[in-house]
């Protein structure tokens, strides 16, 4: 209960007050950029078209953007790419928020929007959605330092289906998180392929991820 109050208090601060150095610099090109690039192309197959409208989802830093913007962009010479993230004004040692970084790494990417929000405010529809490990236990939730109160991993699975136009791909953190994944899709009835291990040379985890193919029946 302690610690549920303290990411209360926490989160709301850094909500409110948006603080941050400016003006971020990195490095635009990573491991986490080629490691994404190198699942969406193993595991997606868009179809080519005039246009194409994608949402990734808890996006944090967006350290990854150039990745995705490079596999999606290969499908539409006009790419509508919109991360969000909830916590968006979390602060790094170096007192750089999270909103600062992702400014930085979609610079030059047109049409990519990064929008500090929560997903649940998100309308309209997408062509495709990455989702890379959601929250589907609370430890991982409140060791980022987010309130309980947004654990709600049914309440935004089904909000997410409800966006999907195409196709969406999750990656969650282990077996155990990978299962639980299982239910809610069948607990929403939502149809999907498991991929089992997902995995690539540009980047290593110490834990197994595992994936699901999620798409729309029209698809």
């Known amino acids: 209960m302690f610690d549920d109050l303290r990411n209360r208090f926490d989160f709301f601060i850094r909500s409110k007050t948006k603080f941050s150095r400016k003006n971020y610099r990195g490095e635009a090109e990573n ?22 409208r994608v949402l990734d989802i808890g996006s944090k830093n967006w350290a990854y953007v150039r990745g995705e913007y490079r596999f999606f962009r290969q499908f539409s010479p006009n790419l509508e790419l919109d991360g969000v993230e909830i916590d968006a004004y979390r602060l790094y040692s170096n007192f750089y928020s999270r909103y600062e970084a992702a400014k930085f790494y979609i610079k030059g990417l047109e049409g990519a929007n990064y929008y500090p929000d929560d997903l649940l405010n998100i309308g309209g529809k997408y062509d495709y959605i990455v989702w890379l490990l959601p929250f589907v236990t609370p430890y991982p939730l409140k060791r980022w330092g987010l309130p309980e109160r947004y654990f709600m991993p049914e309440k935004l699975l089904k909000h997410a ?14 077996e155990e998180e990978a299962e639980i994944q299982r239910a809610l899709l069948e607990k929403l009835k939502i149809p ?5 291990t997902i995995s690539s040379k540009a980047l290593e985890f110490k834990n197994l991820r595992y994936g699901y193919i999620i798409k729309k029946d029209n698809y």
């Open 192 to 196: 999907y392929e498991f991929l089992g």
């Open 31 to 52: 491991p986490e950029s080629e490691y994404v690039y190198d699942i969406l192309s193993k595991f997606m197959k868009p179809k080519e078209r005039d246009s194409l």
């Open 161 to 174: 289906y409800g966006l999907l136009e195409r196709e969406m791909f999750i990656v969650n953190q282990g």
